[in-house]
């Protein structure tokens, strides 16, 4: 069937007329992101690898355990056997780190 200038692009994808729920979508739109918004997300995503490879082995462990997988602060501190306080300097020196390494292949 050939598309003229007429056809409504919308139509059988959103509720007709004397619908409850008439002008709103019977199916959303998909999910999927553009292929560009998937080659950004690539690059952006071995950016940070390369960023997290450049840190100390001990601040690439809790940066991963805590802002990526989101173990609490308790668990990391146990799981890398660091006192509280120990774990939060090593959070903030680890955060900073990465910020760098970050601006530093970014700006490339």
């Known amino acids: 069937m050939l598309a003229t200038q007429d056809a409504d ?7 007709p007329a004397g619908h409850p ?3 709103h979508w ?3 739109p998909s999910r999927r992101f553009l292929p560009e918004d ?8 071995e950016l940070v690898r390369t960023a997290l490879d450049a840190l100390p ?3 690439r462990q809790l940066i991963i ?4 997988v989101g173990t609490s602060a308790e668990e990391a501190s146990e799981i890398l056997e660091l006192s509280t306080e120990g774990q939060r300097a090593l959070l903030y020196r680890a955060r900073g780190n990465l910020r760098n390494e970050l601006e530093k292949r970014y700006q490339r």
Do not use: C, I
């Not at 998937?38 to 995503?45: I, K, P």
């Not at 355990?65 to 990526?68: F, G, N, P, Q, V």
């Open 21 to 23: 729920d008439a002008g």
């Open 9 to 15: 692009p919308l139509s059988g994808r959103m509720h």
């Open 26 to 28: 019977r199916v959303p």
């Open 65 to 68: 355990l805590r802002d990526l």
């Open 57 to 59: 082995p001990r601040q």
């Open 38 to 45: 998937r080659t950004v997300a690539q690059e952006l995503v």
